[in-house]
Structure formats: structure tokens, C-alpha cells
């Protein structure tokens, strides 16, 4: 009996897969020393014990499954399935040889399986003996010729063995090696390539081009495209660009991630790259910045215990360096250590108080990177997190000057001018709420004005920039601009309302914002908190975000949209809804796509809770730092502490591409959200995938964002109080898999056509809150100047704390006014008349607008 073409093709994906990550060769995310052999038998007694190997091996514990497999021979010595798939965990470890005994007593028992075959042919082709491969292959599909691996890895194999030729100056039989690829598998695109290139490589690049112009999903043309690019980068490697050369490969993996060539030239490339620093190194042992270069390259990896060696060893040979502990707070906050993440960030603030952009991880500095991090464990429970920002933005404000006045014409009613400004306008979680606006907006009566600081666009940038010139809107590249002129060209713009969307979150433009050049400024979407900069007027929210009885504080005024604050836009590469794995299973599998920061101690309680109620329950959990073995073993160890065996719990990295992520959808059955900073983008994965999620609420905007998606969607009866009501909604889930699995094929429907997705209704929402905001403008209603101008109150107060104010103009007011107008005697008699003036005017429901001349005192 042999594998499934199923489990074949899952096999190409993980091979893929483990060699970006980096994970290929590392133990299984299970451990079986916890257990034992005699408990795995155990574990699956009445079970299909073959079945459950080859879960056990899709979910990537090739260890414990190997074991399986192992039990099973021991019964029936000849079943080939179990030879096949203990060959397979065997060559997922890089344990070729013993693996390839396994596919060779599978091929001595059953000569003609075609799958055992390919296998060898696959160990052949590892070793560079393309030949043996080829012979392989051609014997797998002379057994089975409708096997389609074979073919697929015969035609590569011919591809190799005619660039080999073609290198060694063979043009003819090269070519004859890909008329025969071509022969073999018509759907296989590096003969089209190759051939030509001989001639016109550069023609051809564009041809593809043109073919995906016309066909974006074109097979042979994204295949075409990454030999291609491939090819290109190497040619400019080795003429000298480096870089380019990597941004070929990464574009090439764009188009078929599953492209070895292109994976194993980047990967070459990174090495290459990294040999300069390890040259500085060799010539300077203790060269600071080449050792905190080498650990931010390790971070973006995910070997987070390379990046901590290298980090620390940087900070050894210079104490003083305020990047590399910033640098060493992101590389915790990404484990997960959210408390030692906030001590680095306070100890790079401790070196350099006014560092904004200590860090290359996020081109931000550490303090924007502790307030972020500070609201992973911010449980609501007093007004520390809200002061932090408040103080920052106090400080911040000086490093930039503000604009007083505007050429904004005040007619409450006319078109409006909406400027935009993100540097996440590509695949990034904040560009699926985004696009909803940019589309729907009435651009007749709020014309669009997009600045976008992407580092790197990609296809989406590219779809965005089209759709919003389409409609006769804007779009600004100010990437790499100072953000002073940034500033400028948005009162050239003559924008009316700023709207930024990164909050305290990498490559932000707050200092822009904290220039004030539009007359009207909102935070929206990217950042669950306050920005703490009093230059921005409003912060755009909802009533189950944000309720109206919130004890949450926030510089900005709360406006609160109405429905849900986000609107989603599903990705079109995420796919089909698939079936419950539990049907197939037998038992429920929960999961969670948040980042690691996200799931504190107290979180996994409450899982480890869930998954000890419901028998042979299972956890699956995808974040970047699991491709490190000490931070998966530290994660696994959290859980067995608390009841939970390692055996149950699947740990995933990261995966690349968008469809291949949104489909890892499809090995859950119910996602649990985090808390106290509940998912977001992954919450919309989740239920338009068809997995339904539990999530609690809270005394904070962070934790409840999931309160209003799925409120939003109509789910409130997945919404709990309380840890305890949780843990019993999730229960309830997973105790009947025939409902689960009805959910689960409406889920979507019924998400498309809520408030959360419908984009038409929250353009007219959102551009009523802008029109009201506009209007309130027009009458002098301006939150931001009048906090600006407590703050100038306050700065005053602290430099001339010593001076005395005449008593007969102190007394001639009421008390409050009598402290304030107290804290401005440095200014003078008539300024600080004009205050009392302004103040007067405030109690009569008429503020001072931008003009005044208060705004003239300082």
C-alpha cells in the first residue's frame, strides 16, 4: 500500500518550507522522552496506528511518528506504508542513509510502488547523482505513469543534468536533456526558459512579464519568471551586487516558492553576506556593531539563540551601546519574554534618552518599542501604560516645531481632502483594513491622498496604488524622506484630515504628525492604544472596542465608528474553506496564529485548561521564533508544567506565502484568542477560513478588539467574560463536531455579509466621522490645540516654577483659573490676559481657534 498523493504533495510543501525556516535537520516540536514508547502505544490503543503516524508526520513530529511507524513494523514487518513513512521522518532529518534503507526494503517488498521509487530517486538527487536519480524516476513512472511526482522530479532532474551541459559548453545537449523535461511533464516551464535564455535572456524575462499581465495565474509563466529571476541574480552576484542579487531570488520565490534553485542561491547569498561581518570580526574580535549586525540578521531568521550570543557579546564590548539593546529588547519580545524585553528597552533609554532610531529590527528605537510591548501585559488596572505615552509624547513634541495655521478653507460642507499615511501598504496585517477605504471612499466629496513609506513594495502596494489613482486620487512615495519635508508636502497637498495608521509600530511617521500640518489629525487601525501625542485630535474606535464607559485613558478623543472600527478585506489568495479535521481526526484541534509576544503564562493556563478537559485534544501554534529548538522546548516545557504533554502540541514557523499560510488554517478546528492583547488580522483569518474563534473581554481597547469582530460578525455567543466563561465556550465548541463542522461551512458566508466586510457601508460610516470631525473644525472645536496648549501651560510651569504673579490679577478669578493663570506669570501681565480671555471663551462653549492669539505667545 502506498501513500496518498496527498501526503506526497504535503511532503514537497514541508521540504519547502523546512529549508526557508531554516528548521530542516532540527527535532520534531514533540519530544518522546517525556512519555515513552510504551505511552505512545498507549496513547493510541483502538486507534489506527498507521493513520496516526502519518498525522503525527503532517504535522511535522517526524520523531514521534517515526516511533509509529516503528510499533507498527514491529507487528507486520512487511507493510511497506509504515517502511515509506518511517523513510520519510528518517529523511526529514537529514538521516539519508538509514532512510534510504527504508524506501529500499519498501521497493524489495512491492518492486513496482512508485512512491518508494521517487523517494530513492529524491535521496539520488540530494547527493548530486542526477543520473541514479533520473533512473529512478523513470522506473517509478514506468510503474505507475499517472504518478505525478516522478514525473515533476524527472523533469527537474533533466532540467539539472541540461544546465550542467549547458555550463559546460554543450549547447545542443543541453537542450535535447530539455525537449526530453518537456516530454515528460508538459506543465514544467524550465525548458520554455532555458532554451531561450541561450539567446535572450533579458527578452524572455519580459515576455513572462507580459504573460502575467495577461494571466497573473499562469503556472508556466510564474515558473518562467523564477528560473528566470533566478538565473539574473546569480548573473549580477557574481558581477558584484550582492544585494540585487538577493532581491532577484526573493522575487523569483515570489512567484514559485517551491523553486529549490532560488532558495538555495538566497540562502548562499545570506552567507556571503554575512562573511563581511564575520571578517570584521576575525580581524576585531570584539567588534561591536559587526557582532549586533550578525544578531539582528539572526533575529529576522528567528535563530534567536545565535541573535542573543551575538547581541550580548556586543553589549561586552561596548557597555555603552544603546542599538544593541534595543536590538536585544526585540529579540525577546519576539520569544515572547515581554518583562526582559522592557528592561532592554530601559536600558538602551538609560544610554540614550532621545533615541528614536536605535534599532535596525524596526527603525523605531526603544521607546516606541517599549510602549508596544508594554501593552502585550497591560491588564487596565491603572493609568501606567497611558502616563508612559503621554510622557513620550510630551518629550517628543520638542524635537519637532508645529504649524499654526492653515489655508484649509472652513466650509463645513464642501469636498474634503483625506490624506493617508502608512508604511504598511503591502501584505502586511494593517493593509487588509485598509483597502476597504480606499476603494469605497466617495472620492467626488473625499479625495484620497495615500503617503506611503513602504520599504518594499510588492504586488499589493502596486494594486493599491492603481485602484487609488484610478479614482482620481493621490498617491506619494515619501519613503526615505525627512519627515519635516514630509510635512510640508502635505500642506502643499492641502490636506484637511491626516489619518496615520502605524501608532508605536515599525517605520511610523508620528514625527510628521507631531508637526501638525493638517488642521484636522486622527490615529486609526495600526496600534491598539494611544499614541500620546497631543498634536492628533481623535482616535477612531468603536462602542465594543472602546465602550463609552471606559476607564481606558487616551490623549486623542475617542470616535467611535458605527459598527465595528476595522472593516476586512480577505485576501484572494487565501483559498477554500476545508472540512473540520475532526471529522477525519477523532479529535478537536485547537489553535492559535498569534505572535509569541501574545501569548503570555496566563494565556497558556487557560489553554492548557481546555486541552486537559477535552480528551486527545490537540494545540497548534505557528509563530517566526519556533524554527529556534530552545524557544519551541521552553514553549513545550511552559505546557507540560501545566498538565499538557508535548506530544499534543504541533508547533509551526513561519510560512511565506499568503495561500500557504491561510490554508495551515485548515489543521484547526477552533482558534482561541490571546489576551490581554486579543488578534486581530488573525481572528479575520480565522472565521473566513471557517474557524470559529473564543475570545474574552476586557477593560482595555487591546483586549477587546476581538469583542467587536466577532460581535460585528454576529459570533457573540463566543465572546466570554471571564477566564472561566472561556474556557466553557470553548468546551461547548469541541463537544459536538457535527455543529463545529456546520459553523464552520457558513462561517464565511456569514462573515462576508456583516458589517466587518461590507465596504461600501463603512466608507459612508467613516466619512461621516470625518465630515463631523471637519464641522466641529469649522467652529473652532479643535481637541489638539487645546491640549497643545495645556501642555505649553505645563512646560511653562516646570521652567519658571520660582516666579511670583501680581496678587491683584490672581484674585480676580475663579480657583481653578487662578492656578492656571498662577503657572503663567513668567509671561507676563498682557499674555497672561489673553489666557483668561481664551478661558472664558472655553467655559462658553466657543475655543480658540488656530488663528488666535494665543497660539502667538509663545
Not at 555550463?167 to 537542450?175: H, T, V
Not at 523569483?252 to 556571503?272: F, K, R, T
Request: hydrophobic share 40%.
Amino acid at each position: 500500500m502506498e501513500l496518498t498523493k496527498k501526503d506526497v504533495d504535503n511532503e514537497k510543501v514541508r521540504d519547502s518550507l523546512d529549508d526557508h525556516a531554516f528548521v530542516k535537520g532540527q527535532p520534531s516540536s514533540g519530544s518522546r522522552s517525556a512519555l515513552g514508547i510504551g505511552a505512545l502505544k498507549k496513547s493510541f490503543e483502538g486507534k489506527d496506528a498507521l493513520s496516526y503516524a502519518n498525522i503525527l508526520r503532517s504535522r511535522n513530529k517526524f520523531v514521534d511518528a517515526f516511533a509509529v511507524y516503528e510499533s507498527v513494523l514491529e507487528k507486520d514487518g512487511e507493510n511497506v506504508e509504515a517502511h515509506i513513512g518511517k523513510g520519510i521522518c528518517l529523511q526529514m532529518q537529514n538521516l539519508g542513509r538509514l532512510a534510504y534503507e527504508s524506501f529500499a526494503e519498501a521497493v524489495r517488498l512491492e518492486p513496482q510502488n512508485a512512491c518508494a521509487l521517487t523517494h530513492c530517486g529524491i535521496l539520488y538527487k540530494d547527493e548530486g547523482r542526477l543520473v541514479e536519480a533520473a533512473e529512478m524516476y523513470q522506473k517509478a513512472l514506468k510503474a505507475d505513469p499517472s504518478y505525478k511526482l516522478a514525473g515533476e522530479c524527472l523533469a527537474i532532474v533533466l532540467t539539472d543534468l541540461g544546465t550542467s551541459l549547458k555550463l559546460a559548453g554543450n549547447a545542443q545537449e543541453g537542450i535535447q536533456k530539455y525537449y526530453e523535461a518537456i516530454r515528460i511533464d508538459p506543465h514544467y516551464a524550465a525548458f520554455e526558459f532555458d532554451v531561450p535564455v541561450f539567446y535572450m535572456q533579458p527578452a524572455y524575462y519580459n515576455l513572462g512579464v507580459v504573460c502575467l499581465t495577461v494571466s497573473p495565474n499562469f503556472e508556466i509563466a510564474k515558473n518562467n519568471m523564477a528560473i528566470a529571476l533566478t538565473d539574473l541574480g546569480t548573473k549580477v552576484k557574481l558581477e558584484g551586487d550582492i544585494n540585487q542579487g538577493v532581491a532577484y531570488y526573493k522575487k523569483a520565490l515570489y512567484y514559485n516558492w517551491h523553486y529549490a534553485d532560488a532558495m538555495y542561491n538566497l540562502g548562499v547569498a545570506y552567507g556571503e553576506m554575512l562573511k563581511f561581518d564575520m571578517m570584521a570580526l576575525s580581524i576585531k574580535p570584539n567588534f561591536s556593531q559587526s557582532l549586533n549586525n550578525l544578531g539582528v540578521v539572526y533575529t529576522v531568521q528567528g535563530k534567536m539563540d545565535a541573535a542573543a550570543s551575538m547581541i550580548e557579546k556586543a553589549i561586552v564590548a561596548n557597555p555603552t551601546y544603546a542599538e544593541a539593546y534595543n536590538n536585544l529588547g526585540v529579540l525577546y519580545r519576539d520569544a515572547g519574554n515581554i518583562s526582559l524585553a522592557v528592561e532592554a528597552y530601559e536600558q538602551c533609554l538609560k544610554i540614550d534618552p532621545d533615541s528614536r532610531n536605535a534599532g535596525q529590527c524596526t527603525q523605531q528605537g526603544s521607546k516606541p518599542n517599549r510602549l508596544l510591548a508594554m501593552n502585550y501585559i497591560n491588564e487596565g488596572t491603572d493609568d501606567k501604560l497611558y502616563e508612559a505615552h503621554r510622557e513620550w509624547g510630551r518629550r517628543f513634541m520638542r524635537l519637532f516645531p508645529q504649524y499654526t495655521s492653515w489655508d484649509n478653507i472652513k466650509d463645513p460642507e464642501r469636498p474634503l481632502v483625506i490624506g493617508y499615511v502608512s508604511p504598511d501598504y503591502f501584505t502586511h496585517s494593517v493593509s487588509y483594513f485598509i483597502e476597504a477605504p480606499l476603494i469605497y471612499h466617495d472620492y467626488a466629496n473625499y479625495k484620497v491622498v495615500v503617503y506611503s513609506a513602504v520599504v518594499k513594495a510588492d504586488a499589493k502596494t502596486n494594486r493599491f496604488r492603481d485602484k487609488v489613482l484610478k479614482h482620481g486620487g493621490t498617491w506619494r512615495d515619501i519613503y526615505g524622506i525627512d519627515e519635516k519635508k514630509v510635512a510640508s508636502l502635505v500642506r502643499e497637498d492641502k490636506v484637511d484630515i491626516l489619518v496615520e495608521l502605524t501608532g508605536h509600530t515599525a517605520n511610523n511617521k508620528l514625527g510628521m504628525m507631531a508637526c501638525r500640518p493638517a488642521p484636522v489629525q486622527v490615529t486609526w487601525i495600526g496600534y491598539p492604544n494611544t499614541t500620546g501625542l497631543p498634536t492628533i485630535d481623535y482616535r477612531i474606535s468603536d462602542a465594543l472596542a472602546d465602550p463609552v464607559d471606559t476607564k481606558q485613558k487616551h490623549v486623542e478623543e475617542l470616535v467611535r465608528l458605527p459598527d465595528s472600527f476595522l472593516c476586512y478585506t480577505p485576501s484572494p489568495e487565501a483559498g477554500p474553506v476545508s472540512p473540520a479535521p475532526a471529522l477525519s481526526n477523532g479529535f478537536v484541534t485547537f489553535g492559535s496564529f498569534n505572535n509569541l509576544a501574545k501569548i503570555t503564562p496566563r494565556v497558556l493556563q487557560v489553554w492548557a485548561r481546555i486541552l486537559c478537559a477535552v480528551p486527545n485534544s490537540r494545540l497548534i501554534v505557528k509563530c517566526k521564533p519556533f524554527c529556534c529548538d530552545s524557544v519551541r522546548q521552553q514553549f513545550l516545557s511552559t505546557l507540560e508544567k501545566l498538565g499538557l504533554e508535548s506530544l499534543r502540541v504541533d508547533l509551526l514557523p513561519l510560512i511565506i506565502l499568503n495561500h500557504d499560510h491561510m490554508q495551515a488554517y485548515s489543521l484547526m478546528d477552533i482558534s482561541l484568542d490571546t489576551f490581554p492583547y486579543a488578534g486581530t488580522t488573525t481572528t479575520c483569518e480565522s472565521l473566513f477560513m471557517g474557524v470559529p474563534c473564543v475570545t474574552m473581554g476586557g477593560p482595555v481597547h487591546a483586549h477587546n478588539v476581538g469583542v467587536s469582530l466577532l460581535k460585528t460578525v454576529g459570533l457573540s455567543n463566543l465572546v466570554a467574560k471571564n477566564e472561566d466563561e472561556y474556557v466553557e465556550l470553548a468546551l461547548q465548541l469541541a463537544s459536538d463536531i457535527t455543529a463545529l463542522s456546520n459553523l464552520r461551512m457558513r462561517l464565511r458566508d456569514l462573515m462576508l455579509k456583516s458589517p466587518l466586510c461590507d465596504g461600501s457601508k463603512f466608507a459612508q460610516g467613516l466619512e461621516s466621522a470625518y465630515r463631523n470631525m471637519w464641522q466641529r473644525y469649522c467652529k473652532n472645536d479643535v481637541p489638539s490645540l487645546r491640549r497643545m496648549e495645556i501642555e505649553q501651560l505645563q512646560s511653562q510651569q516646570q521652567l519658571h516654577s520660582q516666579q511670583v504673579i501680581p496678587e491683584e490679577v490672581a484674585v480676580s478669578f475663579p480657583e481653578p483659573k487662578k492656578l492656571i493663570f498662577h503657572q503663567l506669570r513668567p509671561m507676563g501681565l498682557t499674555s497672561a490676559m489673553l489666557l483668561v480671555e481664551y478661558f472664558t471663551r472655553e467655559e462658553n462653549g466657543s475655543l480658540l481657534n488656530q488663528n488666535s492669539n494665543l497660539a502667538k505667545l509663545n
